[in-house]
């Protein structure tokens, strides 16, 4: 097993409790073992969400590209769809929403911005659409967008609001009764810390209702598979459809047993602590953060440097012990790496990645300012709790 | 951790060093350790099936029934297909094709039965079809076709020969180049005896032609986007599409490590000999199994118990150690339960699993046959490297 | 790892919950986690051994004949000591006093049978003694000492009572305190039911009065050299005098998170039945247990079987599954073998366990009544609980 | 479980598939797994030792102070041994054998030093001598002795030269028969990497030869007890005297098996050039090591830090993710801390702990050189191997 550090984008700093949960060898789906790691971990992600019991929470086979692609079950075939993309992985709910009988219109934010809530507003004004699909997170740029002012805008003007929070949810504030949000999704690895493995959705009672029409989806993703096995798992029986990551479960049922502990006030605002501390060393180096000011999250930084190889740096850094993640937004790529801080990310975390960064830049000849760990730790004495 | 012996049809009997090897805290998707991870595992996977080096392996998140979707992705729009269906699962293929615009046709077999490879060139004969999809062993049966005839029968008629072995590979012969199939298919956590949580397939030249052209198939499970990157694995290198299912991957491999030990030939005979003294205690019991004599496979037996209540024999077992799975095939639901006696599974877990049932049979009042581990323990004398 | 089960005398029946709480990669014997992980154990110890907190709890590396040795610390030059025993581990007591200068007298009980409390009692009135030194329950025979009344007859005649509970601690009652004893003692391994690697020892405030005297004791099991340190860790600090075998002590603690919560009554009640049941399954198959009828323990079974090849029997049984321990006690070793029925033992153990029997004396041709599970279980079906 | 770097003296930077070789739930002492594990540790210490097959190899439950008092059991009543002590655990020999009826001289160093070869030559010229005892790495300090050229002059003076390799085995090169060393031991949680637990030892023939007479050695540490079933163990049987530390035998044996594939030469090396690039690091920050220029150690540094609380600094850089070890030698216990840099040891790992150190000295005010972790990465830059 490596001794390095994970920061990549997701997974990212593991936790050896939460992924040896996972090791469950002779325990199956019908278990009662396992029907009790699913209640918990459901009703965990109703937590994590701010959902209230009147949601549907889900937990699917495969990754967080499958979460999104069951969206399609609540959608009819023809329907309008507003998709906010402000990068990559906004791009893929255009990708996926493409491959079925949809009329797809796509606002998009270059690198690093976003789009704005009165251009969303303007859009969902303008034309009658049945859903607006966004992204909380950004991955590829580690934009922000603010969910609770878009939801609000556009609340009455769709059917339903699609929030994708891969990157965000177990990180970032999330409240999807009160904001009136209908789907919210996430993956498992990423700030649920978790082993990857499930993608995991919750709906409010209005997109449940649309379950009982008709849609285009395909099979494995078509939810109205899974619901009522979960509606099992809930009142604590159990139920099969196709064959769930039992050790992923496991693991996700821990990982909501510390996050409960924590609790999510105190989680969100560890990442935010730490994502701050992090921009602090990395802006005493000299570097800029690819999202604007105000749109920084507190799981994912995109970092700009130009002037070096950055697959030579991004080696460099691993030799150090540190794993941090290529850019991949077209219009930037080779001039940004990214860096995870979520799930299980603790100040130590971000000095080990400030020194690696800082020294490798420095074995490459770059002019530094020395002491962006300092500058990190700075930011931490100011909050002794964590 | 339960100390119970898991003895369903899938995941089934644990071994502890494969699954303790998804642990792996701090390695992402893009490190050379999980790309190594999935070079081995790809590369396992046809040696169990198989396959040449001619053929595409494919490891996705999820499960079996992804495996099976994802087979869209060679179909063109408006194609007939034929689907083999000897169960429940058989049934599954038609489920899943008949959310997409192909034409279907089914042949059916009763509980216990196999359709006929007679009766499949029959229908390929008379009409022109694109593809026939067919199951090695029927997990709601314990049912085994003989997929060498079929496909020998279809070979010139269809395009592709599809096989669905999500019950059977790594437990069954399966020889996917010299039998000409094109298409063949499992799940982590049945035969081979890995982590729950990714469907795996193999496709020859002649299938992968078939992504160059356009196909019905959804977004995760279109083939198209995976291609790529399973050839960068192969090639030593690693790429990203969706977030792989990490842990289960480094569970894979270990599976495949121990199957090139231990030679398919020897895993296919282990299971065979399992089987059959499985099959012999429970005969002496005085007990039915529910697939025809020529029928019955290496990996899952139905047996069938008349006049008590399954549900409370299934608990009754449970208690004594070992979990059994309940009936599922509708036509006999109530009437029989089944057993997984595959991947990892010793002489010791079918003789715990005999003596378990014989005990809860007697303690119901059942009239038994003493002695049904005797009976299988002959068997296996005769055996006495396994 | 195997898929057997371990039901020799100590370790046995393993949890895999409790032995993997001993991997801690970056925890040396500096850290605050294992500083606490010292405290609960030792104060977990004081909990299962019936001390109240007068009494100082050790846990030092090595086993419990560490522990047994380590009583040398309390025993002036010279000191005559009354050892009584009842098989190889009452010996053991012979064996290390008579390597330090003091005097011994030994009172012996035959194979299965224990030394009377009146032979006792008539010895200590009629010599001086410093102190006596027994064993609750024998694992060469599965005799179990009446430790309570012993204590209750010796007690005004001598300075120390001292215990070995390497066999009993945790599966049989022991209160130290009501029942005056000064030192009882144990290893991990056994009926604690953690990773073996710890000898475990309580002593009470007058026993540790002795420690500011000489004695002597060699340097390593001096518990003057530890005394200190183990104040230290139960005040909530730590120490160091030789380094503690630190994934041990987490194994421990996790074990004693998990008797507390069973608590002490309902572990020695589980104990008491599954050994009663495991020994009617015995007598249903016409066999003897060593230990005479009031001398039967929780925790281990010595079972009488002439006529056979105990060698060969018990291979058998291990290719069947479960692993027996061999005869030890010099006069009846050909003839007997030792079943532990300990820890985390569980009524589907004792099931498993007398259906290999059964089976196994059937396939060497001894004439047996089949059947001994069911009556087993019967017993069982009077405790639902367990 | 910690997300910190453990460079402690030992245990040291942990190796998750070490550590976890240990959960082995039902693996008995007399299990055919058990025998391979000992067998395989046993024959691989001889390996690592530099000890040819005519020596006996021991592992023993405990720690590395069990195995330094079991050479007591070699040691005749009334002998004369010198102990060469260059700090507290050359000390230790002294308090060791200071329990036994044997006649002792200790030569003395003082902190940072080591005794000189020529005075340990003319002290065994000058005295009859049985034994001289020394030691390879002094963990309090960090030096290490030229046990080459002590052993060549003391060869023809003394009956058994003994060294204690507790800091040094598995790091350092150790080559037992050519040096004419007769006893060296070691503690499997320091340069071995393993499960802490079992003390490790290495006896030559002529060592052997001394277990036939009589010694004043305890009864669980002497080795008479130990040495038959210790050749039943290579033998490839088994056997019991006190129950073995069982799964740290199986970490040992997993250590083993990686010591093995690395080779000792190249693991020797790499903790040299780790141990150098240290150094170049802790130099150029300013502060020096404690050790004297020529006995310097791969696997030990005692760093010299005046005007700061070390208390202090140990706590902020256990807080940037690396634990270190406090000062222990008295004459200079507060003026330094020690870092272990031995096991499992990459540049990784000095590169993070430089960082910290020089972040957390420049926190605390102390002028500091900053770039110490480049100093460290132009050493590793000449070694592209490591």
């Known amino acids: 097993m490596t001794s390095r550090i994970l920061m990549h984008?997701?997974?990212?700093?593991?936790?050896?409790?939460?992924?040896?949960?996972?090791?469950?060898?002779?325990?199956?789906?019908?278990?009662?073992?396992?029907?009790?790691?699913?209640?918990?971990?459901?009703?965990?992600?109703?937590?994590?969400?701010?959902?209230?019991?009147?949601?549907?929470?889900?937990?699917?086979?495969?990754?967080?590209?499958?979460?999104?692609?069951?969206?399609?079950?609540?959608?009819?075939?023809?329907?309008?769809?507003?998709?906010?993309?402000?990068?990559?992985?906004?791009?893929?709910?255009?990708?996926?929403?493409?491959?079925?009988?949809?009329?797809?219109?796509?606002?998009?934010?270059?690198?690093?911005?976003?789009?704005?809530?009165?251009?969303?507003?303007?859009?969902?004004?303008?034309?009658?659409?049945?859903?607006?699909?966004?992204?909380?997170?950004?991955?590829?740029?580690?934009?922000?967008?603010?969910?609770?002012?878009?939801?609000?805008?556009?609340?009455?003007?769709?059917?339903?609001?699609?929030?994708?929070?891969?990157?965000?949810?177990g990180g970032e504030t999330m409240k999807a009764s009160h904001w009136g949000i209908d789907v919210c999704l996430t993956a498992s690895q990423k700030a649920l810390g978790a082993q990857a493995g499930a993608g995991l959705l919750v709906a409010s009672p209005s997109a449940m209702e649309k379950l009982k029409g008709e849609s285009t989806s395909g099979y494995f993703a078509d939810l109205r598979n899974w619901s009522d096995i979960m509606n099992k798992f809930l009142a604590g029986g159990g139920g099969y459809f196709a064959t769930p990551p039992i050790g992923t479960v496991f693991s996700i049922q821990k990982s909501m047993d510390l996050i409960r502990s924590e609790t999510m006030e105190a989680r969100v605002s560890r990442h935010e602590i730490c994502s701050q501390a992090f921009r602090a060393g990395i802006n005493h180096l000299g570097l800029e953060i690819l999202a604007s000011e105000k749109l920084r999250s507190n799981t994912v930084s995109g970092v700009m440097v130009d002037g070096i190889n950055i697959a030579d740096f991004l080696q460099r850094c691993m030799k150090?012990?540190?794993?941090?993640?290529?850019?991949?937004?077209?219009?930037?790529?080779?001039?940004?790496?990214?860096?995870?801080?979520?799930?299980?990310?603790?100040?130590?975390?971000?000095?080990?990645?400030?020194?690696?960064?800082?020294?490798?830049?420095?074995?490459?000849?770059?002019?530094?300012?020395?002491?962006?760990?300092?500058?990190?730790?700075?930011?931490?004495?100011?909050?002794?709790?964590?």
């Open 9 to 169: 984008v997701g997974p990212s700093i593991g936790n050896y409790d939460v992924l040896s949960a996972a090791v469950q060898p002779n325990i199956g789906f019908a278990s009662p073992e396992f029907n009790s790691a699913m209640k918990n971990s459901l009703e965990g992600f109703r937590y994590v969400t701010g959902s209230d019991s009147s949601y549907t929470p889900f937990i699917l086979p495969g990754s967080g590209t499958v979460a999104m692609e069951s969206v399609m079950s609540f959608i009819p075939r023809g329907s309008r769809i507003l998709v906010v993309s402000n990068g990559v992985f906004g791009d893929r709910w255009e990708a996926i929403m493409s491959r079925y009988p949809v009329i797809l219109k796509v606002l998009r934010a270059e690198a690093g911005k976003a789009v704005s809530t009165g251009e969303i507003e303007h859009e969902v004004s303008s034309g009658r659409y049945f859903a607006v699909a966004m992204t909380q997170v950004e991955t590829s740029t580690g934009v922000r967008l603010d969910v609770e002012s878009v939801a609000k805008a556009v609340r009455n003007h769709v059917d339903l609001v699609i929030v994708d929070g891969v990157a965000s949810i």
């Open 320 to 386: 150090k012990g540190v794993e941090f993640g290529a850019g991949v937004h077209p219009s930037v790529r080779d001039r940004y790496f990214r860096v995870g801080h979520m799930g299980w990310v603790q100040p130590a975390h971000i000095i080990t990645a400030l020194n690696a960064i800082e020294s490798s830049l420095e074995e490459m000849g770059k002019k530094v300012d020395r002491g962006s760990a300092l500058a990190a730790g700075e930011i931490f004495s100011r909050y002794p709790g964590i």
